[in-house]
């Protein structure tokens, strides 16, 4: 760093010497703890240091193809970094074997995301979640190991949320004690599976399972689907590449079809039911929720992916925001820096507030999720339905407030924003595909709901309620909730927001029962406001879980550490009322002097925290290897930068491109 | 057609037989005109039918400079077949040489844009603005006849909104008669222009004019960078390609220096300033805002472009929503269309209504355009600030409106919206770029607050208002509005809003001034409510030109055409309306219990819609070439063109990709 700070942009410079907190402290807070930062570190240093991460041509100028033909060799590559180092890091066990720490240090190999992000992501856990303890002796010392590559097709072509509707078909055999694997239409091949288009040698497809004559609905199954030694697709498999995407271009999605492929019994992924040899089927006894492990896992995983990539979103936007130099109030003075504008400071700080909030809840959520897996295996079940509920909506919120807020920095940059070599269009494109995968937003919300209609009945009922939503316990008033500009009061009407608009989806849904209308179609004609409230609800769980953790992990800070990260969870608070003014007119009792008073400390709050803008993202303690962004970058020498990427251009290569003499010339002089 | 119909998707096929109006009477009221429309299927016919636009390997396979390559060979075809055809298209001047049928017929060539983009669209019409009428006679027949061609370089890499921080120079040398270009700085290298790497060989550049040693500030200039001949940059230039970016890599956005480059005298733009031979710089006696012609021009092209670009997304997304099934409500029930599902119309029928505002928008501003320039040459400029102040908003507005809608678009389609071969996501890379160039949307909007901000101060003075903002004369009552839900009565209530807005922003400004700050510092301090005002201001606008414009249009319509078109531009008050509770809770007298009914009304207007949905989206008349979309097409066999789009990738040409021997075998034996 020392040699370095020397180029440091003087604007820069200039910012780091005003910050007044301890970076260091809000990165520890951020990451969980000193000692994962220190973990994180020293294995970022182990894989970055040495340089494998870069290309010598970037990604963004080659084709699909070539995009991918280079993203297998850095695979390889990481994977063997993370083989040798993995031993090491027993710390990195609290986050499961898929941690962020791994997670982001493979974002500084790859743009995209590697062909290998569904094999630890997907493979390994499924193996680990469904197979008995005989079927994971067999196959998790392979694939923990990468002697066979997996991925997990559940997707079809024509089929993807309504899971019972999918077409793939196992049928068992007992003659040959086999499953006999078809697709039977077009719609049934399996599609957009991560890596298996050309990478993967294994992968767990989902299919109906059919045995005597019945079908006993879907089920996972381990399949072979290339040649250990040749890779050659096995006979009766149909696989190949999906084309381009917005995104994820590095990673080979893919289709998959079956004519009469047949696979071993002991392939069926037999923890929660089982084919006996003579075909009788066997549902073991267990509760039916329990598979609910893998889903909630990666949504975890999705909601701390979104943290991340906003925090490297805001990291550019910050940084360059300090550079960038546009207009001067008086006609003689120099120019602003933008971030001194009230309108960059408002489409800013809100992104790192949402990034802490997210990281934090991220964190929260797991622990929450930790209990619940504890609770199970003592045989306890009451809290799933409550962490569904909470991993479906906390996924759904999360990667919409991430995709919208990266496209917000982008915006904030202007039009080198719209450049690749800002990194910022890859930020998007990754967090956009979350929003849709492993749970539509809309759909996802919609489970939700239902969990909060239930709510809304036990609490009619005077039954007691799950943490979570036990708010609604004392919220049915009628009343509206008096106002209070506090942070815990703005919590409290957060609450009653999600109470109000609850209580009025269900009134329009009984309304409609009354009618005369099927339970069914009621609620379809009243989801527009159901998922308006749980989109609240949700709200109102990630500011208190922000709010607390806030309190709580800065207990023990240095004075102005805790003060700027109230400040940061003061402004997220104060940010989502002024976009709710008209529930909060609905639900409490909050004045038009009131809202005057709230704007105008919101826009005190953003100068509060102007001075430690660059502080804040500095603290995120991203590497320039991770942003991969010309605008971003710690030193911020972002014009060299700009020029530097653009010159690497293939077009620049040469002075005049072939197509003038073949196209342009022929044309301009009248004889194309 | 007819060969074709026996195979369109069953859905699709029923979807057609339910709707219930005239679609080619939709197509002629969208189009502007019967007479239109035929000139566009005319134009469309012969620029398509021969299938030139089609490639062999589809762009999304290549790099980016191989796009680059290929969109060359395309725009020297499709310029023949504009040289071939313009000449019987009279109809089309009536908008201008940039003609919505050659932009829109465009598309179908490229899935990114033109190379040649900017030489129509930038180049021609600045020749046209701010040349004399001897310039003219020298530059545009071999403009128009593209034996040149060129661009409009303006931005530079550290120079984007703020014009007067330019820092190019041109500087005057009487005794060679030249103007002597230079780049002072690496931030004054001229930076985005598109074409300018590879393809142009003639630029217009934007320098401060130096002569007898006083800065004239900016000033254009036509500058050569390439021998006609050989096409190599001439001595002094340096150009090249600026780096692929979110989208529009077809075109060779470039940057530029200039090195002590002579230009001869007579290249300085001479119509509104000149340098005589001995170096007199010379004002030409002309209103400064004259120049504001080419600026106005480009953005009515925008909002067109924004209403054009949306109505694609929304002709896939509703399509595929009527073949798309998913989920049944009842467990033996077939799976239900997802177009049939509440959220889904909520986000879809809220695109074509905006599609529609759009575009009736872009040609009400387009005439209003027009008298305003037939004024300005009758010497009468005073509605060109209001002008300016109207093109800014509806800019910034349209291209933010539709740039999301498309995005919901994608969204609606779930995984498959995600695919290169849905053909959405070129369409947001596209109109999220124009959301930013020719006006960021934050500076547009503040440049409409400060129109409104005086009309503000022309009601305290007495004084009349121009007629966009004439709702303002008697709307600051201190009052309520009273609520009336009928669609004059909402809009009304948006011009309540916006005023309510614009006094509570003109409020804090004043109190900011009387507490002893600068215009400017109370200015900046108020930007996010100034924002939010113009914004108001600017959806009031809209939406009353789109409700007076669907009246007048379909005055002589059959009544189900009436019928359907007054239904969607309710639908467009309601939707704001709704989106709008906080304010209108405070600025109008509405109730909980209207909001209760309009949201009612609301959810009953998606289910009339319903029937008629396709139809609507077929009356937008974009054949499949336009769309570019497995999803979209009108046959709606989405599934085996996904399917036939994934087996062109190139991935797919060899069953095991090279580096499985390089890398994966030897990574998953070990031994890398």
Not at 255 to 268: T, V
Not at 387 to 396: D, G, P, Q, T
Not at 405 to 415: D, K, M, P, S, Y
Request: charged share 20%.
């Amino acid at each position: 760093m020392s040699e370095n700070q020397s180029k440091v942009n003087p604007d820069l410079a200039m910012e780091r010497a005003k910050c007044n907190f301890n970076i260091t402290e809000v990165t520890h807070i951020i990451d969980g703890g000193e000692n994962v930062t220190l973990q994180r570190k020293k294995f970022e240093d182990a894989a970055l240091n040495d340089g494998a991460s870069k290309d010598r041509i970037g990604e963004e100028h080659m084709s699909p193809k070539e995009k991918y033909e280079n993203a297998i060799r850095k695979s390889c590559i990481y994977a063997n970094i993370v083989k040798n180092d993995l031993a090491n890091m027993t710390a990195l066990e609290s986050f499961g074997l898929n941690s962020p720490i791994l997670r982001r240090t493979a974002d500084a190999f790859f743009k995209e995301v590697s062909p290998f992000l569904l094999h630890l992501g997907m493979f390994v856990p499924t193996l680990m979640g469904q197979c008995t303890q005989e079927q994971q002796a067999y196959w998790l010392p392979r694939a923990l190991d990468m002697q066979i590559i997996g991925t997990y097709a559940q997707t079809e072509l024509g089929h993807g949320t309504f899971i019972r509707g999918l077409e793939t078909t196992a049928t068992y055999d007992p003659e040959t004690e086999q499953f006999v694997m078809n697709s039977p239409t077009l719609t049934s091949y399996k599609w957009w599976a991560g890596g298996l288009a050309k990478t993967v040698n294994y992968c767990i497809v989902v299919a109906q399972l059919y045995t005597k004559g019945v079908c006993h609905g879907t089920h996972p199954f381990i399949v072979q689907i290339r040649d250990e030694e040749t890779h050659m697709p096995l006979p009766g498999i149909k696989v190949g590449d999906i084309g381009p995407k917005l995104g994820f271009n590095t990673a080979d999605n893919g289709f998959l079809g079956f004519e009469n492929y047949r696979i071993p019994r002991e392939n069926m992924m037999m923890k929660n039911a089982q084919v006996l040899k003579d075909g009788t089927y066997v549902k073991v006894a267990r509760h039916g929720k329990a598979t609910y492990g893998t889903m909630v896992f990666v949504r975890v995983i999705l909601v701390n992916e979104a943290a991340f990539n906003l925090a490297k979103a805001c990291t550019i936007a910050v940084r360059y925001s300090a550079i960038r130099r546009q207009c001067s109030p008086n006609p003689e003075g120099s120019e602003l820096q933008v971030l001194d504008y009230t309108t960059q400071q408002h489409k800013l700080f809100i992104c790192i507030a949402t990034a802490h909030a997210l990281q934090l809840n991220s964190i929260w959520l797991w622990k929450t999720f930790s209990d619940t897996l504890a609770a199970i295996k003592e045989g306890n079940v009451d809290t799933l339905p409550e962490l569904h509920a909470l991993s479906s909506c906390l996924k759904a919120l999360s990667t919409a407030d991430a995709a919208s807020l990266i496209e917000q920095c982008r915006h904030a940059c202007g039009g080198h924003g719209y450049m690749m070599s800002s990194g910022l269009p890859y930020l998007y494109a990754f967090v956009t595909a979350t929003r849709t995968y492993e749970g539509d937003y809309t759909v996802l919300l919609l489970q939700t709901a239902r969990f909060l209609v239930k709510a809304y009945e036990q609490v009619e009922a005077g039954k007691p309620l799950t943490p979570t939503v036990s708010y609604l316990s004392h919220a049915f008033t009628g009343k509206k909730l008096p106002w209070d500009s506090s942070p815990d009061g703005i919590i409290r009407s957060f609450q009653a927001l999600a109470a109000g608009k609850l209580s009025s989806a269900v009134k329009s849904l009984r309304r409609r029962l009354e009618s005369g209308l099927s339970h069914e179609q009621a609620w379809e004609l009243s989801t527009i406001q159901l998922i308006s409230a749980a989109e609240a609800h949700c709200r109102a769980v990630m500011s208190q879980t922000y709010k607390n953790e806030i309190v709580r992990l800065t207990e023990n800070s240095s004075p102005n550490v805790k003060k700027v990260m109230q400040q940061l969870s003061t402004l997220y608070l104060y940010y989502w009322a002024l976009e709710r003014i008209g529930d909060l007119l609905l639900f409490t009792s909050i004045s038009e002097d009131d809202i005057v008073v709230l704007r105008l400390r919101y826009e005190e709050l953003l100068k509060e925290i102007r001075p430690n803008a660059v502080g804040l993202v500095d603290a995120f303690d991203l590497r320039d290897e991770l942003l991969h962004s010309a605008l971003g970058s710690y030193d911020g020498n972002v014009y060299e930068r700009l020029m530097a990427e653009a010159l690497k251009s293939p077009l620049n290569a040469e002075p005049v491109n072939q197509t003038f003499n073949t196209y342009l010339k022929p044309m301009m002089k009248g004889k194309l």
